[in-house]
């Protein structure tokens, strides 16, 4: 019989979205919009909602169809540096609802492969609805998939959820850090 850690057995799970979370989308969508409309916007601009629920902006999440949309997309400012932290006491799972936009699939995983390398590829789901997920935490931009979450949810802050109130907030990655070392020394 093999004994496993008991440091092994009491680890808990995060699961963690990509797009706005880790993936930075909104400069590509302001970047298109801008092209396609001729009119250069800010963030302030659409707060409550997404660029393409801008006016004359609706056809820009067909973009998100195309090959190479998420190939290049920014990461989020220090979640490198935090998700490397996790990862030394937490399981890290990447789970992106990534099924609608088949395109999407190489583009994310040869993304998380170049900016998260520390990340084993078995812990990186593509799915089409996070209600199938487990984890003791999950940290997504939108509600819709922490309202079916049966774990803790912290919401991360993103231009659409703004208004939302029903879950912990995080606005960055220093303060994701912050929670989740105020959880590690709870347990203790």
């Given at each position: 019989?093999t004994?496993i850690?008991?440091?092994?057995?009491?680890?808990k799970?995060i699961?963690?979205?990509?797009?706005e979370?880790?993936?930075?989308?909104?400069?590509?969508f302001l970047?298109?919009?801008?092209?396609?409309?001729?009119?250069?916007i800010?963030?302030?601009?659409?707060?409550?909602?997404?660029?393409?629920?801008?006016?004359?902006?609706?056809?820009?999440?067909?973009?998100?169809?195309?090959?190479?949309?998420?190939?290049d997309?920014?990461?989020?400012e220090?979640?490198?540096?935090v998700?490397?932290?996790?990862?030394g006491h937490y399981?890290?799972?990447?789970v992106?609802?990534?099924?609608?936009?088949r395109?999407?699939?190489?583009?994310k995983?040869?993304?998380?492969q170049?900016?998260?390398?520390?990340i084993?590829?078995?812990?990186?789901?593509?799915?089409g609805d996070?209600?199938i997920?487990?984890?003791d935490?999950?940290?997504?931009?939108h509600?819709k998939?922490?309202?079916?979450?049966?774990g803790?949810?912290?919401?991360?802050?993103a231009?659409?959820?703004?208004?939302?109130?029903r879950f912990a907030?995080?606005?960055n990655?220093?303060?994701?850090?912050t929670?989740?070392?105020?959880?590690?020394?709870?347990?203790r």
């Amino acid at each position: 019989m093999t004994l496993i850690p008991s440091n092994i057995i009491s680890r808990k799970r995060i699961a963690l979205d990509m797009d706005e979370v880790i993936a930075d989308v909104t400069p590509k969508f302001l970047d298109y919009y801008e092209k396609d409309t001729g009119t250069p916007i800010e963030k302030e601009m659409f707060w409550g909602r997404k660029v393409y629920e801008m006016p004359g902006g609706e056809h820009i999440r067909d973009y998100l169809h195309e090959p190479g949309f998420f190939a290049d997309l920014p990461v989020m400012e220090n979640s490198q540096e935090v998700v490397r932290w996790l990862h030394g006491h937490y399981d890290i799972f990447v789970v992106s609802a990534a099924m609608e936009f088949r395109n999407s699939l190489p583009d994310k995983r040869d993304w998380m492969q170049k900016h998260f390398p520390f990340i084993h590829w078995k812990n990186i789901v593509f799915c089409g609805d996070k209600s199938i997920i487990q984890a003791d935490y999950m940290i997504d931009d939108h509600v819709k998939n922490l309202i079916a979450f049966k774990g803790k949810g912290l919401l991360y802050t993103a231009t659409h959820n703004i208004t939302e109130d029903r879950f912990a907030r995080v606005d960055n990655w220093l303060e994701v850090r912050t929670f989740f070392e105020k959880e590690l020394s709870a347990k203790r």
